[in-house]
């Protein structure tokens, strides 16, 4: 006791010695979220933008769709020749959806990961249904698979071409979401996962596929978005056959010859409520298997 007590005295009187130390004040929740006035200024003008071009719009059709009455809205909507057309246009959006994000990851993998001749040119191409006005991709397709088809292949008039065509101007969505990822990821994992006796295909599961999720399904979202609203390129390749090779937005345009203008808005609001479902829809799935992955 005699001599811990000298020591703890000293102790305590070193630290007495020193000097305070100063907490720093914590961050109110209010100074936290505040918004600087250059940021709420881009805050506020971004969002004026997007009600201008996105909310107003939609707003309008849905107005416009209300204003026929409830009985105009049922009319359009259960009509049989309206029903045939969301069918063949959401079924075929939804097939070729999953095609893509098959076909788009591979590309995508081939693109980056592969070094062959031509890749150059490859690249380029993929962008090519961006580049050209939907009703030249149609033109292009009937020369293709038409009546004078050089592959022998003769589609038009039927739903192959109706598939054949979203699946054209869809095809770079998943591609050029998937890349961009793909030539970021480090691939020190892939080799330490194999180095420790995981096969290729298990790498590529379990370790290159979870990072790769969640570009694969915002591709997707895209390319379904894409498909049920597509028009210019079916024009000329489906034949716009009623109950047969008709897309929803032929349908429309045709309620709007007619002058049926809420009709045409009715079926317009289905298939944005489609897209808004789907599009959620595939969030939901993507973040659950990124988190299983």
């Known amino acids: 006791m005699s001599v811990s007590a000298p020591v703890v005295g000293a102790a305590a009187a070193s630290d007495r010695g020193r000097p305070a ?103 380029v191409l993929i962008d090519l249904p961006f580049a050209l006005p939907t009703i030249v991709a149609g033109l292009v397709l009937l020369s293709l698979y038409g009546p004078t088809s050089p592959v022998g292949v003769h589609a038009s008039n039927t739903r192959l071409a109706v598939f054949l065509a979203i699946a054209f101007v869809t095809l770079p969505f998943v591609v050029r979401t998937v890349q961009p990822v793909l030539e970021e990821m480090e691939r020190d994992v892939e080799d330490a996962a194999v180095s420790l006796g995981a096969s290729r295909f298990t790498t590529f599961r379990r370790v290159t596929l979870p990072t790769l999720v969640p570009a694969i399904f915002a591709g997707a979202s895209l390319s379904f978005a894409r498909g049920i609203s597509e028009y210019g390129s079916l024009v000329l390749l489906s034949g716009n056959l009623p109950y047969r090779t008709e897309v929803t937005s032929v349908r429309m345009l045709s309620y709007l010859e007619g002058g049926d203008t809420a009709s045409a808005a009715a079926v317009a609001t289905i298939l944005l409520v489609v897209a808004l479902f789907a599009i959620v829809s595939l969030d939901i799935i993507q973040r659950r298997v990124s988190r299983r992955g």
Request: hydrophobic share 50%.
């Open 21 to 123: 130390r100063k907490r720093r004040p914590a961050r109110s929740h209010s100074s936290a979220r505040s918004l600087t006035p250059g940021s709420a200024l881009g805050l506020g003008v971004a969002m004026l933008w997007f009600s201008l071009l996105v909310l107003i719009p939609l707003s309008a059709v849905v107005v416009v769709a209300a204003d026929g009455g409830w009985s105009n809205f049922a009319d359009a909507v259960t009509n049989k020749q309206t029903l045939a057309s969301l069918r063949l246009t959401v079924f075929t959006s939804i097939g070729v959806t999953m095609l893509n994000m098959v076909m788009g990851t591979i590309i995508a993998w081939v693109l980056v990961r592969d070094r062959f001749w031509g890749k150059g040119i490859l690249d």
